[in-house]
């Protein structure tokens, strides 16, 4: 058992899920596979999406494989950041938009 | 910058190339893979190109070169060897492509004459041009107009559509160069619609990473250069990096030599094995060995038929009959959809 909950090797063995439910994750891979090919947006631009989500929800294996495609995809180092930026810029207003909900909260209980 | 073996580098030495591929990581061996597959041993099909490295002086120093070859390097092509060339090549007519490389090929100073006397055997030439030698010096401005009187197809390097990249893997002031360069051969019709002038171009990943769809690349690459620098070409093709050599020196000092070799192997395409491009060429070295790939050349790894592997003494049925030499770089030609000169295979 590892001392740390993250480990870049177990990138790697993400398909191995399929050990304990396969039938449910043969069915995700499947659809992984389906959302990520050239259809109405390109893979090169939802691999720039993908990057950007991967940030949001700070997930680090996602990080490392997105960051790759979207290089290997030609996006520029530049791109790639804005892309960042955008994540983090909706996940910022995302909670100061909650602002708004303190606001009314303390107006209604205010003198 | 100067070449390994300029440098005194150890990697210089092919033996010391191989002795890493083979011993450095503990990886699944190309032979088993290949038996897996169906396809050990490796045989020719009908040999079709005949490469010829005229020599490893080039006027660039990339990153990622697998020749190891700048103008430090002093390994020419003589006219002596290249009349042997023209002497197996007038004695075996299923011999249809001729592929001139380097180095930079058009720096040795036989090569317009050796380019005339193949034309006399009515052969289709490609000749892999950097596109920077076109504005190294005066002597070489006129080269896309000698392209064009001998109907020779241009194949070149041009790692991406942007200058950042480009730089990167080739030097300072090279993409620069290389869009004037561009521009000149699509001046006397390289490229263009309706000439049959072909202009290929060649794509390969500037790090350690594996080359995206050849197709969806392509679309890019012409709009982009179109749209910039309104330049047109008929096909990019997509390399895969190969790990020997400048580049195998990047990926062992970059730390990424163990995650390159698994991505190669996880990538191992048994369709693009059953097309690897030494099946139907041969490649010859500067001093008139035979290969069965640049590759190879670069590995020192001459085809396996013994009395049988210089121009001097080439046998066509030994080279028909002979097992390709396989060793771990092969994985590099294997990946994805496949790599070969002429791009995917699969």
């Known amino acids: ?28 891979f499947a659809w992984y596979g389906e959302v990520f090919k050239d259809s109405a947006l390109s893979a090169r631009e939802k691999s720039l999406i993908a990057l950007a989500v991967a940030h949001a ?6 990080i490392d494989a997105y960051s790759s495609d979207a290089y290997e995809k030609g996006w520029s180092e530049s791109q790639m950041m804005e892309a960042v930026h955008v994540a983090s810029a909706i996940k910022g207003g995302a909670a100061l938009v909650h602002g708004v909900q303190m606001m009314n909260k303390v107006k209604s209980i205010a003198m | 910058m100067k070449s390994l073996k300029a440098l005194q580098h150890a990697l210089a030495d092919a033996g010391h190339q191989i002795d890493i591929l ?47 070859a700048g103008p430090d390097r002093k390994e020419i092509m003589t006219k002596e060897t290249m009349m042997l ?14 592929d ?56 070149s390097s041009l790692p991406f559509y942007t200058q950042d990249r480009t730089d990167r893997q080739r030097g300072n002031g090279v993409f620069e160069d290389s869009i004037k360069a561009l521009q000149m051969l699509n001046t006397v019709g390289y490229g263009m619609e309706g000439t049959g002038l072909l202009l290929n171009l060649v794509y390969n990943p500037a790090g350690a ?26 096909q990019l ?18 730390g990424n030599y163990s995650s390159y070799m698994d991505k190669l192997i996880q990538a191992f395409n048994p369709v693009a094995a059953a ?22 050349q670069m590995l020192d790894l001459k085809v396996g038929c013994s009395g049988s592997d210089h121009l001097s003494n080439y046998s066509s049925s030994a080279i028909s009959e002979r097992e390709i030499i396989l060793n771990q770089h092969c994985y590099g030609c294997t990946a994805g959809s496949g790599s070969s000169c002429g791009g995917a295979v699969a």
Not at chain 1, 57 to 62: G, L, N, R
Not at chain 2, 237 to 252: A, C, F, G
Request: aromatic share 12%.
């Open chain 1, 1 to 28: 058992m590892a001392n740390h909950y993250y480990n870049a090797e177990d990138l790697g063995k993400f398909g191995a899920i399929g050990e304990y439910q396969k039938e449910m994750a043969d069915k995700f």
């Open chain 2, 237 to 254: 093709y997509v390399i895969t990096n190969m790990p020997i050599s400048r580049y195998l020196d990047y990926l062992l000092v970059s």
């Open chain 2, 209 to 234: 990473f594996l080359p995206p769809s050849q197709l969806a690349l392509e679309k890019e690459y012409k709009d982009a250069l179109l749209e910039r620098y309104n330049i047109q070409f008929n």
């Open chain 2, 85 to 98: 060339c023209l002497d197996v090549l007038a004695n075996n007519p299923s011999f249809k492509t001729i």
């Open chain 1, 57 to 62: 929800v700070q997930c680090p294996y996602c």
């Open chain 2, 275 to 296: 097309n690897v491009m030494c099946r139907n060429t041969i490649s010859v070295g500067w001093d008139g060995y035979l290969y069965d790939c640049d590759f190879n």
């Open chain 2, 100 to 155: 001139l490389t380097g180095g930079a090929p058009e720096m040795n100073p036989d090569f317009r004459w050796f380019v005339s006397e193949i034309k006399k055997l009515n052969r289709h030439i490609i000749v892999r041009c950097n596109l920077t030698i076109i504005l190294a010096n005066k002597k070489y401005h006129d080269l896309p107009e000698f392209f064009k009187q001998h109907a020779i197809e241009v194949v």
């Open chain 2, 22 to 68: 083979e011993h450095e990581k503990d990886l699944p061996l190309f032979t088993d893979k290949m038996k897996q597959a169906g396809l050990l041993p490796l045989h020719p099909t009908q040999p079709e190109i005949f490469q010829v490295n005229v020599g490893k002086m080039c006027n660039q120093v990339c990153k990622h070169c697998h020749v190891d």
